[in-house]
């Protein structure tokens, strides 16, 4: 068998769709996900709708937690079969532990080359940065050319969302300071952002649509009339993420745009009524 030369590999996570995981080759490592002290493996065992669902009921205390290392060693070995290198990016690793978990792994499996990216935020954009990567790999670029491109997206890339409420986020433990706010924050939507591991309150609005309108505006001013590479993430109404990529579609130069529901890593944060937007300017 003929070894691929670089193999892209990423965490569940980065809320990639199947069929761009089949084309690219992209390698998927499942994160935990636990509902009290039953433990699923993200993708796998439970899949968003289910997630939700049980969400929703509020019946147990829900987590995420990353993969073992043997776990990450296990699989690592396994690409090894197919590669000659492996570049593996990850979810932000200042609120999660598996950045810390791969570069372990990735030590233990040397001489044997494996390049660990922290991409510094979550869901799809975190996949942004994976499949920019797997696109790169597919070509022929050598591991320092792909791991270059992950980086150099990540530092770019951004998520920006509205959440019902900051409930989930506290309760979750990724944005305990913002506790003190959740009173304030009764009557009004927040909107987030995750970029260069760091989340943040990017502002507020009476309403869910005037929130939306706020989210586009976030949009237009980073981008302006580059083309537009962007994925519509939710976590409740369909439709209105479907109202919400037919305005992406007529306002932008879309090189390529996704309309993805929210995996269950992102949404044990987010709740079960968030909209997000992954997204970059192309250069």
């Known amino acids: 068998m003929v070894k691929q030369k670089v193999v892209v590999a990423t965490d569940s996570g980065a809320n990639l769709p199947s069929a761009l995981v089949k084309k690219y080759n992209i390698a998927v490592i499942p994160l935990w996900i636990h509902f009290g002290n039953q433990a699923y493996r993200d993708g796998i065992d439970i899949r968003p709708r289910e997630f939700f ?26 690409l090894r079969e ?9 979810i932000t690793g200042r609120y ?23 991409t510094g935020t979550i869901s799809m954009a975190q996949g942004f940065v994976a499949l920019a990567a797997a696109r790169l790999a597919a070509a022929g670029a050598s ?5 270059a491109r ?5 530092s770019k890339i951004d998520l920006i969302a509205v959440v019902d409420s900051l409930e989930y986020a506290v309760r979750g433990g990724r944005m305990a300071w913002a506790a003190r706010l959740v009173d304030n924050l009764l009557h009004v939507k927040p909107m987030v952002r995750v970029r260069g591991n760091e989340v943040g309150i990017i502002g507020q609005a009476r309403t869910r649509a005037k929130a939306i309108r706020h989210l586009l505006s976030e949009v237009a001013k980073r981008v302006g009339d580059a083309p537009l590479h962007i994925a519509v993430l939710y976590s ?24 993805l529901p929210v995996a269950p890593a992102l949404g044990v944060h987010a709740g079960p009524d968030a909209l997000g937007l992954a997204f970059y300017a192309e250069e």
């Open 53 to 78: 669902r049980r969400l929703r009921e509020r019946v147990h205390r829900v987590r995420t937690s990353q993969p073992s290392l043997g776990e990450f060693l296990q699989f690592y070995r396994r």
């Open 82 to 90: 197919r590669a000659e290198a492996i570049v593996s990016v990850h």
């Open 96 to 118: 999660s532990g598996v950045v810390s978990v791969a570069r372990a792994a990735a030590a233990e499996m040397a001489p044997f080359p494996v390049e660990v990216v922290d």
């Open 143 to 147: 591991l320092a050319d792909v791991a």
């Open 150 to 154: 992950a980086r150099a997206l990540a």
């Open 236 to 259: 409740g109404s369909l439709e209105e993420a479907k109202r919400v990529r037919e305005e992406v579609v007529r306002r932008f130069r879309c090189a390529e745009v996704y309309l």
